[in-house]
């Protein structure tokens, strides 16, 4: 069976997230802040997703209805 490689990708984001979030609560105070950049690149990279997402369903929708008119 072939894995998707799209699928395993959709768990990076959250996986970042999660490695922040374990290694801002266990580290020391000193090193918490080594783990801010992988959390804020990983929520940049699910809202990325969603508004991309968005402007295609727009853009989509556009051309539907610019199709439409044409007629």
Known sequence: MKINKRFILSFVAP??????AVGVIFRGNS??????PIGVMGVVIILERGISRQLDRKNI???IK???KAK
């Open 15 to 20: 996986f970042m997230i999660l490695i922040s």
């Open 31 to 36: 090193r918490k802040i080594f783990y801010l």
């Open 61 to 63: 929708l556009k051309k």
């Open 66 to 68: 610019s199709y439409k």
